[in-house]
């Protein structure tokens, strides 16, 4: 601010400083000492609830700052924001940091933008605290942790259970989740808060089913652990504290689902996944579940319908093929535009390319869906091949075109590399002039180790491969 002032009053400009929500006027090195009397008595200090006011009040000393120099001299208005008193000590500075008041990331003191989320630093937040969201819950507990650890020495109980919370952790955090406290031998996650995602209640089921696997796992790496848990998933609407952090033990959630996913870990059966009804009907596509007996829980007046998680039906990555019995509704101009490119890339034999953007919720998955059963309605045959992008787990820079590769030489999860080489090395005929170094390039894709090659190498193989694929039939990818 200091420059831009100096800048205008040497350019003969009128400033006039305005104090936003108890900004303080500029001083020390902002502004030197003899302009500060000169630009202090031009200024505006404006009040956030009294807005009405405040905007006559900056036009009137408008009007009387062209009326006192004339059209001639210009003005210029240097507004300064700062925070309302009841933020302005949680965005002090601490220890040289400050908080983004957007999303709660320390940063540097002089950062005049936040370094995580873009936000200006030393802006008021939004005045909605909280919001009504639908999330899912999890809740995994240890089973006969409490008997087992009678009378035993606490460094011991720590040292048992320890593992335990570190890789439920990274379990749920791999598929987005947020832990928010750990209650016990307990531990509470949410999926959908503070960030949501539209396949929320998809990735606390994997999640859950990859925690007994992690448990497994722990146990045979250390015998005396001797692990069992419960896990219990419920989806429904809370409200979350949008500026809570649980890394400070401040919950996120506030809702009966809370109360119902812990009293479903509960009625779990041991080293089971147990969901509620709004879970099971969000996921009952992609995943095996067997019905169980309605359970009684606490504080419910009905039996609850709960389900067991078997396993997945499709391999983590891989979309579900869905079908739709309700029409499609408002999308008919989005569904007119993608058949008639499929047809153009048929027609011409090009390449064509298609990203549907769009929130949660909004239909993208059935847009797609609509396609492959327009697709499916041609009389020719069309090789069609798809796989997801996940936003996360790890090694996923690759996924989708890995389960393609995957799709078309028919590799099963439970394949051994060896099988898995054999296939690939089926797919590419012998015929083929690029063989061996098809394989080779290939390899990697679908996690089997190969030579080493340039980025631009593997990149050319990939291409090679489709196009080879395309001259046999049209392509769907």
């Not at 210009?74 to 040289?96: C, H, M, N």
């Not at 003191?109 to 200006?120: I, N, S």
């Not at 796989?387 to 996924?399: E, S």
């Amino acid at each position: 601010m200091r420059r831009e002032i100096e800048a205008a009053l040497e350019r003969g400009i009128r400033v006039i400083p305005v104090l936003l929500q108890g900004a303080r006027f500029p001083r020390g090195s902002d502004l030197p000492g003899s302009m500060e009397g000169l630009v202090r008595r031009n200024a505006v200090e404006l009040a956030d609830h009294r807005w009405r006011q405040d905007v006559d009040q900056l036009i009137r000393v408008l009007k009387d700052a062209e009326a006192e120099g004339g059209a001639r001299r210009r003005t210029k208005v240097a507004i300064t924001q700062g925070l309302p008193a009841s933020r302005r000590e949680d965005a002090a500075p601490r220890g040289g940091m400050v908080r983004c008041p957007s999303c709660g990331q320390d940063n540097p003191d002089g950062f005049r933008w936040c370094g995580y989320c873009g936000a200006t630093l030393h802006q008021a937040p939004s005045a909605q605290a909280e919001e009504r969201k639908v999330v899912t819950v999890l809740f995994c507990d240890l089973a006969g942790f409490t008997a087992s650890s009678d009378r035993a020495d606490p460094e011991d109980v720590r040292a048992r259970i320890r593992p335990y919370f570190a890789r439920v952790r990274h379990e749920i955090e791999g598929f987005g989740g947020t832990v928010e406290k750990f209650i016990g031998d307990a531990v509470m996650a949410v999926f959908g808060a503070p960030a949501a995602h539209e396949d929320d209640p998809e990735r606390a089921v994997r999640a859950g089913l990859r925690i007994l696997e992690a448990i497994s796992e722990l146990n045979a790496q250390d015998a005396s652990l001797d692990l069992q848990v419960r896990v219990g998933i419920e989806t429904g609407e809370v409200v979350a504290a949008l500026g809570n952090r649980p890394e400070s033990g401040e919950g996120i959630v506030v809702g009966d689902v809370v109360n119902t996913a812990s009293r479903l870990q509960g009625a779990a059966p041991v080293n089971g996944v147990v969901v509620g009804g709004g879970t099971h009907a969000a996921t009952r596509a992609v995943f095996d579940y067997r019905p169980l007996q309605p359970a009684t829980l606490k504080g419910k007046a009905d039996p609850v319908p709960i389900f067991q998680a078997i396993a997945a039906r499709a391999r983590f990555g891989t979309d579900i093929t869905r079908t739709f019995s309700s029409p499609l509704v408002g999308r008919e101009p989005e569904r007119t535009l993608l058949t008639a490119i499929f047809e153009r890339s048929l027609r011409e034999a090009r390449l064509q390319m298609v990203t549907i953007v769009g929130e949660a919720g909004v239909g993208k998955s059935r847009l797609v869906a609509e396609l492959a059963a327009f697709v499916d309605d041609r009389p020719e045959l069309i090789r069609w091949r798809q796989g997801r992008c996940l936003p996360y787990g790890d090694a996923v820079t690759f996924w989708a075109l890995g389960e393609i590769v995957k799709a078309e030489a028919g590799i099963l999860e439970t394949d051994s590399p060896d099988e898995a080489g054999s296939k690939i090395d089926a797919m590419i005929p012998d015929s083929h002039p690029d063989a061996p170094w098809l394989r080779q390039r290939l390899r990697p894709l679908v996690g089997i180790e190969g030579p080493q090659a340039a980025r631009e190498e593997n990149f050319a193989a990939w291409r090679a491969f489709l196009e080879s694929l395309a001259d046999e039939r049209p392509l769907r990818r």
